[in-house]
């Protein structure tokens, strides 16, 4: 399993740093756009919806809100649009300690999954546009967001490969241990320390970057187990099978999606 999720990784990672680094954001948007909506798709199978016409018009609103947000960018609606993908990460610690809230099949809980999909998806497309756009460095900081995110996931399986022995989430994610979290959290401040070397970053704005890398691998750990108690919920093992050793989309961008948000707003406040 392992040979196979590097191979993919091997495969995708090139396809992935290449959109970042050459496209102009006009571009980037919508393709991040149609890869967040896959994994929204991906989303409303795990809350509990079938039908696939109901499933395929909260995609189109879905899409919808992405299109709003696009033609909204530049002004205030952005930075609280970061803020409230903030806050609901906030929301969803709490969530995670409560591991039956809405683990019933029933109409009113799968309502429930199907908004917080909304609050997953849509203010996390608004921060890695925002990222992206962001200046002449944009591209780049983008880039570093995402090497926390992966060097945190890599730091988190070595380390609790090697060391693990006190679970974090026994109910949710019986894989995951307090060891994996320390080499997550220690893998992803190596990223950012060098990437913000490479930019120029330094002084107080350095010890800020760092904090924030802490914060960054944080949410991401919130992002996975969420989408780890939606698994649960669900009963099934992966959220799709597009990537051999990976699962779906959703596997992949869970940790990504909660990211996103923390990095964007504490760059802004950071003035990076």
């Not at 995708?12 to 571009?27: D, M, N, Q, S």
């Not at 199907?114 to 849509?122: H, M, Q």
Request: include cysteine.
């Amino acid at each position: 399993m392992l040979l196979q999720r590097t191979l993919t990784a091997l495969l995708l990672a090139p396809l992935v740093i290449g959109l970042i680094l050459l496209a102009p954001t006009w571009l980037f948007a919508p393709i991040v756009a149609f890869a967040f909506l896959a994994a929204m798709w991906e989303w409303t199978r795990l809350s509990g919806l079938k039908a696939y016409p109901p499933r395929g018009a909260l995609l189109a609103f879905t899409a919808a809100l992405l299109v709003v947000c696009w033609v909204s960018r530049d002004t205030p609606w952005w930075p609280m649009l970061i803020g409230i993908g903030v806050a609901w990460w906030i929301v969803v610690g709490q969530w995670l300690r409560h591991f039956a809230f809405a683990a019933a099949p029933t109409r009113e809980n799968s309502l429930i999954k199907l908004g917080a999909g909304l609050l997953v998806i849509v203010p996390a497309w608004v921060a890695v546009v925002s990222i992206h756009g962001a200046g002449d460095r944009g591209h780049w900081w983008t880039l570093i967001a995402l090497f926390i995110v992966w060097a945190a996931d890599i730091g988190a399986y070595f380390a609790g490969s090697a060391f693990g022995r006190r679970k974090l989430a026994p109910t949710i994610s019986p894989g995951k241990t307090w060891a994996g979290v320390y080499g997550a959290f220690a893998a992803g401040a190596l990223v950012a320390g060098v990437g913000g070397v490479l930019l120029g970053v330094g002084g107080a704005k350095m010890a800020g970057l760092l904090l924030l890398s802490a914060l960054t691998v944080a949410a991401s750990i919130v992002g996975d187990l969420l989408e780890s108690l939606m698994k649960r919920h669900a009963a099934v093992k992966d959220s799709g099978n597009l990537f051999p050793g990976h699962g779906g989309l959703l596997d992949r961008l869970d940790s990504v999606f909660a990211a996103l948000p923390v990095f964007a707003a504490g760059k802004l406040l950071l003035g990076l």
